[in-house]
């Protein structure tokens, strides 16, 4: 499956529910990969936000993202309709902190993308997966995800007095999305609506944009699309609250009585279930690696990310190219103009850093004592460097050779520390050296 696009663009204008203020929303196409991004363009330099889950900052009555000065609210609307028909890149432009409200569903903002035209791009879609299921709860409010190939959702709408009870599971794709649930408008309670003035919201709701239930009468502009409308915009809601994720999910969401409180709070227990599984892969690779470092005599710069915690632009080896008997060790560092020191040391006059020939250094020096406690789940600490001397520049186009070996060891009560001496040589000329001093705890890699 690829991602999508839109083809051209397309704008929609109306009054929003919660400010009332006229608003107007542009679609418009975005390349691969770059995801769901609003941008104010009535804000000063015309800021963007992506909305994702770290970024709910209220959840009455509607999802709020945050990120800094800029602020969107009821944003699940416009998100349940991209996700709901596979839309994976745009650009939204908007003048207001909101988008309109329109008929209080989905169902327009689907029209006008289909108007557009949906595209389809080179780059596979990627999706969340789930292993193990996820749940929260809250009182007597839950939500389960459940491992499962594509998108299904079983949901329970109630209010609190147990009238309007409804029910429905359903499979989502486009076509049932269009046809079953883009259509279901928002409702609320007659009793709320006072309430939720105070609380300074719905200043733009009306009949037009919203169903009100006042005891067993439904009060609207238009009967009901469906009898069992107001679970439809519950799960249109949990379709909008989970593209907060970033990605597709692939679940079988079963929800008793949801709202975007506890979807904010489902979608923050996934990424935490999907941080804790990169975490999990990435420990295993490290201790793989760790555990082959005991067998290799050279190493490529994959293995060497699996062993270390340093990345861009602080990684300072490209290759060992020979371990010998675990006390010597030579690596390279390609130096090329790529490097971002280059720009001010010196503009003109590019040199490698002497203290970046340092890291270097004890970065291979890492290496070298990982292979000689054989991992042991410890890391090694760059404590100090003495004797130092510079006797050449190194400049891009120099290929730094790092010669190590290791000389004494010695524990203390809480930590093993070691030496080593280092010598760095660019076309057989030593060009800097120094005697450094590493202590080797047993706390573990922290992850990059």
Same mark, same amino acid.
């Given at each position: 499956?690829?991602?999508?696009?839109?083809?051209?663009?397309?704008?929609?204008?109306?009054?929003?529910? !919660?400010?009332?203020?006229? +608003?107007?929303? &542009?679609?418009?196409?975005?390349?691969?990969?770059?995801?769901?991004?609003?941008?104010?363009?009535?804000?000063?330099?015309?800021?963007?936000?992506?909305?994702?889950?770290?970024?709910?900052?209220?959840?009455?009555?509607?999802?709020?993202?945050?990120?800094? !000065?800029?602020?969107?609210?009821?944003?699940?609307?416009?998100?349940?309709?991209?996700?709901?028909?596979?839309?994976?890149?745009?650009?939204?432009?908007?003048?207001?902190?909101?988008?309109?409200?329109?008929?209080?569903?989905?169902?327009?903002?689907?029209?006008?993308?289909?108007?557009?035209?949906?595209? $389809?791009?080179?780059?596979?879609?990627?999706?969340?997966?789930?292993?193990?299921?996820?749940? +929260?709860?809250?009182?007597?409010?839950?939500?389960?995800?459940?491992?499962?190939?594509?998108?299904?959702?079983?949901?329970?709408?109630?209010?609190?007095?147990?009238?309007?009870?409804? !029910?429905?599971?359903?499979?989502?794709?486009?076509?049932?999305?269009?046809?079953?649930?883009?259509?279901?408008?928002?409702?609320?309670?007659?009793?709320?609506?006072?309430?939720?003035?105070?609380?300074?919201?719905?200043?733009?709701?009306?009949?037009?944009?919203?169903?009100?239930?006042?005891?067993?009468?439904?009060?609207?502009? /238009?009967?009901?699309?469906?009898?069992?409308?107001?679970?439809? !915009?519950?799960?249109?809601?949990?379709?909008?609250?989970?593209?907060?994720?970033?990605?597709?999910?692939?679940?079988?969401?079963?929800?008793?009585?949801?709202?975007?409180?506890?979807?904010?709070?489902?979608?923050?227990?996934?990424?935490?279930?999907?941080?804790?599984?990169?975490?999990?892969?990435?420990?295993?690779?490290? $201790?793989?690696?760790?555990?082959?470092?005991?067998?290799?005599?050279?190493?490529?710069?994959?293995?060497?990310?699996?062993?270390?915690?340093?990345?861009?632009?602080?990684?300072?080896?490209?290759?060992?190219? $020979?371990?010998?008997?675990?006390?010597?060790?030579?690596?390279?560092?390609?130096?090329?103009?790529? /490097?971002?020191?280059?720009?001010?040391?010196?503009?003109?006059?590019? &040199?490698?850093?002497?203290?970046?020939?340092?890291?270097?250094?004890?970065?291979?020096?890492?290496?070298?004592?990982?292979?000689?406690?054989?991992?042991?789940?410890?890391?090694?600490?760059?404590?100090?460097?003495?004797?130092?001397?510079?006797?050449?520049? &190194?400049?891009?186009?120099?290929?730094?050779?790092?010669?190590?070996?290791?000389?004494?060891?010695?524990?203390?009560?809480?930590?093993?520390?070691?030496?080593?001496?280092?010598?760095?040589?660019?076309?057989?000329? +030593?060009?800097?050296?120094? /005697?450094?001093?590493?202590?080797?705890?047993?706390?573990?890699?922290?992850?990059?």
């Amino acid at each position: 499956m690829k991602q999508r696009t839109i083809l051209k663009e397309k704008s929609i204008r109306g009054k929003t529910l !919660h400010t009332g203020e006229d +608003v107007e929303l &542009v679609f418009k196409p975005a390349g691969e990969d770059h995801g769901i991004v609003f941008k104010r363009v009535d804000l000063y330099g015309k800021p963007e936000i992506r909305p994702r889950a770290d970024l709910v900052t209220d959840v009455v009555r509607s999802t709020t993202v945050t990120d800094g !000065h800029i602020k969107l609210t009821t944003v699940e609307h416009v998100l349940s309709a991209l996700s709901g028909i596979g839309i994976d890149n745009i650009l939204i432009e908007i003048n207001g902190n909101e988008p309109p409200i329109l008929d209080g569903s989905s169902r327009l903002y689907v029209d006008l993308l289909k108007a557009a035209g949906l595209v $389809e791009q080179e780059k596979d879609r990627r999706f969340v997966a789930l292993e193990v299921p996820v749940s +929260v709860t809250d009182g007597n409010r839950s939500l389960i995800a459940l491992p499962y190939d594509g998108l299904k959702i079983t949901c329970t709408s109630a209010d609190d007095r147990g009238f309007h009870t409804q !029910h429905l599971s359903l499979e989502i794709d486009s076509d049932s999305y269009v046809q079953e649930i883009a259509p279901a408008r928002t409702f609320t309670i007659y009793e709320d609506i006072e309430e939720l003035i105070k609380l300074g919201k719905i200043r733009g709701g009306s009949l037009d944009s919203a169903i009100v239930i006042r005891g067993d009468k439904i009060l609207s502009k /238009e009967p009901l699309r469906f009898k069992d409308e107001f679970v439809r !915009h519950k799960i249109l809601d949990i379709i909008g609250d989970m593209a907060l994720l970033g990605l597709p999910l692939k679940a079988h969401i079963i929800a008793v009585r949801p709202g975007h409180a506890l979807n904010a709070k489902l979608t923050r227990a996934i990424i935490d279930q999907q941080q804790a599984k990169q975490q999990g892969s990435k420990k295993k690779k490290k $201790e793989a690696a760790i555990e082959n470092l005991s067998k290799e005599t050279v190493l490529d710069i994959q293995q060497l990310l699996n062993l270390l915690p340093h990345r861009y632009p602080f990684f300072m080896i490209d290759r060992v190219l $020979e371990i010998k008997n675990d006390n010597e060790l030579v690596a390279i560092k390609n130096v090329t103009i790529n /490097e971002p020191y280059f720009q001010g040391h010196f503009p003109g006059s590019p &040199v490698m850093p002497g203290v970046l020939q340092i890291e270097a250094m004890a970065q291979a020096g890492g290496v070298l004592l990982l292979r000689r406690f054989r991992g042991e789940g410890i890391i090694p600490y760059f404590m100090s460097c003495d004797k130092v001397k510079f006797r050449k520049a &190194v400049k891009p186009g120099d290929r730094l050779e790092i010669f190590v070996t290791m000389n004494k060891l010695r524990e203390t009560k809480n930590a093993r520390i070691a030496s080593a001496t280092a010598v760095c040589k660019v076309e057989s000329e +030593v060009v800097s050296s120094a /005697e450094l001093l590493f202590s080797v705890s047993k706390e573990g890699f922290e992850d990059a």
